[in-house]
C-alpha cells in the first residue's frame, strides 16, 4: 500500500445495527451475481428506478452508482476511472459514472467480472432502467454504457420535478404531475413485462409500497431522535443506511432493518449514550460524503465533534392515508407530496428547493448544530451547486460558522489529507470561539 492510501481510512460506526450494513450489502451483491450465473436477468438501475416494481418482478439489480462507492471505499475506484479516462472521459464528468465505465472497459478486454473487483462485481446487465431526476449521468450515462459497451435494451424514465416557483396548491399542476408520471411508471411496467415474459402483480406491488411507506417513517423517527444532545446516532452511521433505504425499498428486510435501527437509537436517546465520551461541537455535513476516507468522520470526533446530522439522503415527514389500492397511482402520489415538502420548506423559509438553505437552515435551528461543513464535491454539479448561496443566507440568518471542504465523493485523486484536516482543526477554533458555540 502507498504511503498517499494509509491516509485513507473506513469509518468506524456507532451502533450495532449500521455495522450491519456490510453483511448486508455482501449477501445484495452475490444476490445479483447468484442470478445471472444461473441464468436470470439482471438489471442495471440509477437511483429513482422504483426498487418496489423490480421487486414484484423478481429481478434482481446493480446500481452503478452504489457500485462507485464500495470501489471508492475499497481503494479501486482511481484503476476503474483511469481507465476510462483512457476512453477520453473527462476527470470533470461524474466519478460514480467514470468507475462504471471504467468497469464496463475491463470487463470487455478480459472477458467477464475483473477477478479483484470490489464485492465480487456487477454481473452483465440483461437490462438498464434509469431516469431523468437531479442529474445528467441518471440519462447520459446510462446512454454512454449502452452506446459504447453494454448493448442492452433500456427504459428511461422521464420524472417530471414541480419547477422553482410553482404554486403546489394549483389543482392543474398537480394533476398534470401525476397523469405524466403515472403514465412514466406504466412505461417502466410494460418494459419489465416485455423484458421478463411475466405480468404486474398489482397485490405485490400495493404490500410492497407499504412496506416503503413503513420503513420511510422509521427512517425519519431516527432522524428526529437524532436530535438529542449528545448525538445518539452520526452521518457516518446514517449514510451506511443507505443501501436499504435506496435499494431494498419494498422489501420487508428494509422495514425490519430499520426498525432495529429505530429501536437502537431510541435506547441510546433514553440512555444519553453519544457517540463520543464528551460532545463539545454538533456539525452538520452538507453533500456527499468521501466513500473513499469514510474515517474523515472519526477524525472530527477525535477532535470533540459530531456530525450530527446531514442533508443528503434526508428523508422527509412520512406520507400518510395513500391510497394503495392503486400503487402504480400510489407511487406517484408519494413522489407528488415529496415534492410538495421540499416545496413547502423553501417557501417557508425563502429559499430555492432541495439543495439550499431551507433544509440547511431547519437543521441548524432543529439539530443544535455549532458549525456547518460543505463537502463541495468536484464530479457532481447537482450536490453542489448553491452551496456559496446557502452559506450565504446561514450567515446572514444565524451566527454559524461555515467551512468548504473541497474533493470528490469517490476520486480520491483530489484529496489532500494535511489541507483537508487543517482546515478542521481551524474551523473548529472557530466555532469553539464563535457565536454559534452551545452555552
Known sequence: MSEEKS???????????????????????????????????VAWCMVGAPPEILKVFDLDSSWPENYGTACAARQMAVHYMQLAEGEGYSPDLCSYERNAIGYCREYLDIGGIPPDAPQGGMPWPAMLITNSTVCDPRSKGFQAFNAHYLHVPMYTMDIQMPHYGADMQDPKLKAHYLRYNIDQIWGLIRFLEEQTGTKLNEAALSEAVANSLAAQRLMWEVH????????????????????????????REAVDFFQKL????????????????????????????????????????????????ETTYYVHAPVADVDLSRPVEAIAEIGWRKASQVHTLGAELSTEGLFSPGLVLKFVREYAIDGVIFHRVLSCRAISFGQAHTARRLREELPVPVLFLESDMADPRTWSDSRIKGSISAFLDIVDTGAGKRA
Open 262 to 309: 429505530h429501536d437502537e437509537v431510541r435506547n441510546r436517546v433514553e440512555n444519553r449514550i453519544g457517540v463520543i465520551p464528551e460532545e463539545k461541537y454538533r456539525i452538520l455535513w452538507v453533500g456527499i460524503p468521501p466513500w473513499f476516507n469514510m474515517g474523515i468522520f472519526n477524525y472530527l470526533e477525535s477532535l470533540g465533534a459530531v456530525s450530527a446530522m
Open 224 to 251: 428526529e431522535l437524532r436530535k438529542a444532545v449528545p448525538s445518539p446516532m452520526p452521518s457516518e452511521d446514517q449514510f451506511s443506511c443507505i443501501v436499504p433505504m435506496l435499494y431494498m425499498a419494498g422489501s
Open 7 to 41: 491516509e485513507f481510512r473506513k469509518a468506524v460506526r456507532s451502533t450495532e445495527t449500521a455495522r450491519s450494513v456490510n453483511q448486508i450489502l455482501m449477501d445484495w451483491y452475490s444476490k445479483s451475481l447468484l442470478a445471472s450465473k444461473e441464468g436470470r436477468p
